[in-house]
């Protein structure tokens, strides 16, 4: 039957693209209902098993938004690094808890722009980064950036990810699972034999939590079931 998760049942995303335009605009026009005010509660439940009781992280924040996690995590002492495309977001990001800035352009990459105080921004696409320019990271915050990629990109977004991390690192991925021939995305389902196929031959994988998500959004998006399923994936 259609509609059983983790199938092939995602033959009516595969092919769909969210402009880098497309982004920008949810931003002007204030269309973001991905955006969490008060953080993630999955990510505090499981921060231990992002940080395994090192202290002083380099954690990476991909496809960042405003998440207000990146404060967090700077305020416990650990060294954050962001990638977006927006700058309103990032702008809106250091407003919205009065933090000082500045702004430099990124000489590796064309165009592109990093805003840092104790939390380092950069405003380009997550593409143009590189180990040379961003060093690795020891833990990764993935929420709405895997889910947010065009699905045809998925393994490019991957293998840039392997590049990115230090051995021993954890990665905290969080995907969503409903039923894709109902709702375009984004954010789209990303099943976890993807996920396998992905990841699993540079990490080791562990689904941590499915927590139901449903919300009268989702109804409105014409879903009948919403799930988060948070990952850890151990860099080997
Ligand atoms: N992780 C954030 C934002 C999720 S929405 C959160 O949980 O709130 C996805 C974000 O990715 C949007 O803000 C969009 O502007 C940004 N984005 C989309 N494609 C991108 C790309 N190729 N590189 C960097 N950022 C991108």
């Known amino acids: 039957a259609s509609g059983v998760p983790g199938g092939s049942d995602v033959g009516s ?136 990629v065009n699905p045809r990109d998925r393994q490019r977004y991957a293998s840039l990810m392997v590049t990115l991390m230090e051995k021993n690192s954890s990665y905290l991925l969080v995907t969503v699972s409903y039923d894709p021939n109902k709702h375009k995305g984004p954010p789209f389902y990303v099943p976890e034999s993807e996920i396998k196929s992905l990841f699993g031959n540079h990490f080791e994988i562990k689904c941590l939590q499915k927590v139901d998500d449903f919300s009268d959004k989702h109804r409105q998006w014409g879903l009948d079931y919403f799930l988060e399923v948070l990952y850890v994936l151990k860099f080997l």
């Open 13 to 148: 995303q595969k092919d769909r693209v969210v402009s880098e335009e497309e982004w920008l605009r949810k931003w002007e026009t204030g269309n973001v209902g991905f955006h969490k005010e008060r953080g993630h509660p999955l990510l505090q439940k499981y921060l231990d098993v992002l940080l395994n009781g090192r202290t002083g992280l380099r954690i990476f924040f991909p496809l960042c938004g405003k998440a207000v996690e990146m404060k967090w995590l700077a305020d416990m002492g650990h060294s954050v690094v962001g990638v977006e495309v927006s700058e309103q977001a990032l702008r809106e990001f250091f407003a919205e808890h009065g933090l000082q800035y500045r702004e430099e352009p990124v000489p590796e990459i064309s165009g592109a722009k990093n805003a840092s105080g104790n939390i380092s921004l950069y405003c380009c696409s997550i593409y143009s980064l590189s180990s040379s320019i961003v060093g690795k990271f020891d833990g990764v915050w993935d929420r709405g950036a895997l889910v947010a």
